[in-house]
């Protein structure tokens, strides 16, 4: 449109000049979309190219520009129908079979949005973003044998996704297949060092491996990266297996000031106050475990053998 400026407030005022002087000028109404969809507002961005629309009805490019920032809004139903538009008169777009394939994945339709996956690499079998977002649908259902075999596929067109290899590590671990989940992971760490999620799938298979030094050192690159994410939880699991058990108290003192409702966490503390001496406190934490989830029965059956060894033993019986 002849517009030598990467200023976006420089752009909206050449689009509005534009538009006040030819209201029905398409093109001005779907780059003023376009400028606003890159600074986030995307439901505005989405009324301009419905607009370019009512003009223009027969613009694919409008149609396509709409479904993105109604999925950019989280308008995810109302992305799929344009999509569905789009396939209607152009049904070999494998882009659009991914986009609709990933708002069906957003709205938890993962069947429907695995057919769309699977559609999109029949039209193009090396379209690598179809084969990983395909992983990450089957991972949600648990199929981790099939999400392994497309992670592979995607990866082998394009290695340099790394959050696709963090994935791939994490499926590996689910498989039990630790030594690989490690190679994984590691390649992901390779193209992103600063990946606290890769850092911390790498603690937990090298726990699994017995490298619980190793295992320590990655929790601590998680949580360096990430302190209000990272994985204090595990990292209190794995100083228990190396005997330092105040440090471990402290890493499931500071993973509960994250998140107080983790039972889990509640549970992994109880034995430590155990171990050191502080049962009234262990007591108190199988009791704030239970009634996070009161339907945990090795909970139950822990606190039980807790209070027989330690006393109270009509008490044990009855948990």
Same mark, same amino acid.
Not at 276 to 286: D, H, K, P, T
């Given at each position: 449109m002849?517009?030598?400026?990467s200023?976006?407030?420089e752009?909206l005022l050449?689009y509005?000049?534009?538009?006040?002087s030819?209201?029905e000028?398409?093109?001005?109404?779907?780059?003023?979309?376009n400028?606003?969809?890159?600074?986030?507002?995307? @439901?505005s961005?989405s009324?301009c190219y419905?607009?370019?629309? +009512?003009?223009?009805?027969d613009?694919?490019?409008?149609?396509?520009?709409?479904?993105n920032?109604?999925?950019?809004a989280?308008? =995810?139903?109302?992305?799929?129908e $344009?999509?569905?538009k789009i396939?209607?008169?152009?049904?070999?777009t494998a882009g659009t079979?991914?986009?609709?394939?990933i708002? =069906?994945?957003?709205?938890?339709?993962v069947?429907?949005?695995?057919?769309c996956?699977e559609?999109?690499?029949?039209?193009?079998p +090396?379209f690598?973003?179809a084969w990983l977002? *395909?992983g990450?649908a089957?991972v949600?259902?648990?199929k981790?044998?099939?999400?392994l075999?497309a =992670?592979?596929?995607?990866l082998?067109?394009?290695?340099?996704?790394a959050?696709?290899?963090?994935?791939?590590?994490?499926?590996?671990?689910?498989?039990?297949?630790?030594? @690989?989940?490690? +190679? %994984?992971?590691?390649?992901a760490l390779?193209?992103?060092?600063? %990946?606290?999620?890769?850092?911390?799938?790498?603690?937990?298979s090298l726990?699994?491996?017995g490298r619980?030094?190793?295992a320590?050192?990655?929790c601590?690159?998680?949580?360096?990266?990430e302190?209000e994410f990272?994985p204090w939880n595990?990292?209190g699991?794995?100083?228990?297996?190396l005997g330092?058990l105040?440090?471990?108290l402290e890493?499931? +003192?500071?993973?509960?000031?994250?998140? *107080?409702?983790?039972?889990k966490?509640w549970?992994? *503390?109880c034995?430590v106050?155990?171990?050191?001496g502080?049962y009234?406190y262990?007591?108190? $934490?199988?009791?704030?475990?239970?009634?996070?989830d009161p339907? %945990?029965?090795?909970?139950?059956?822990e606190?039980?053998?807790f209070?027989?060894?330690?006393?109270?033993l009509?008490?044990?019986?009855?948990?």
């Amino acid at each position: 449109m002849g517009l030598n400026t990467s200023d976006p407030e420089e752009k909206l005022l050449y689009y509005a000049r534009a538009l006040k002087s030819n209201p029905e000028y398409v093109e001005a109404w779907i780059e003023k979309g376009n400028v606003l969809l890159e600074l986030g507002v995307a @439901e505005s961005a989405s009324k301009c190219y419905g607009r370019a629309l +009512e003009i223009g009805p027969d613009s694919l490019e409008a149609l396509a520009y709409k479904g993105n920032a109604l999925f950019a809004a989280g308008k =995810y139903g109302e992305a799929v129908e $344009c999509y569905k538009k789009i396939l209607s008169r152009e049904p070999e777009t494998a882009g659009t079979w991914l986009n609709k394939g990933i708002a =069906y994945a957003r709205m938890g339709q993962v069947q429907k949005a695995l057919d769309c996956f699977e559609r999109a690499v029949d039209i193009e079998p +090396e379209f690598a973003k179809a084969w990983l977002f *395909m992983g990450d649908a089957l991972v949600t259902i648990r199929k981790y044998a099939e999400a392994l075999e497309a =992670y592979d596929k995607g990866l082998a067109i394009d290695p340099e996704v790394a959050p696709s290899w963090t994935s791939k590590g994490k499926v590996l671990r689910k498989l039990n297949r630790h030594q @690989e989940a490690l +190679e %994984s992971l590691n390649k992901a760490l390779n193209l992103d060092p600063e %990946s606290f999620r890769a850092w911390g799938s790498m603690a937990g298979s090298l726990y699994m491996l017995g490298r619980y030094e190793e295992a320590l050192e990655a929790c601590d690159g998680a949580i360096e990266l990430e302190p209000e994410f990272g994985p204090w939880n595990d990292r209190g699991i794995v100083l228990v297996k190396l005997g330092r058990l105040e440090e471990a108290l402290e890493a499931y +003192e500071k993973a509960l000031e994250l998140k *107080m409702d983790n039972a889990k966490t509640w549970f992994n *503390m109880c034995d430590v106050l155990a171990a050191l001496g502080r049962y009234e406190y262990a007591l108190g $934490c199988y009791n704030k475990a239970l009634k996070l989830d009161p339907s %945990s029965k090795v909970a139950w059956n822990e606190k039980g053998n807790f209070l027989q060894k330690f006393g109270s033993l009509g008490v044990a019986l009855k948990a």
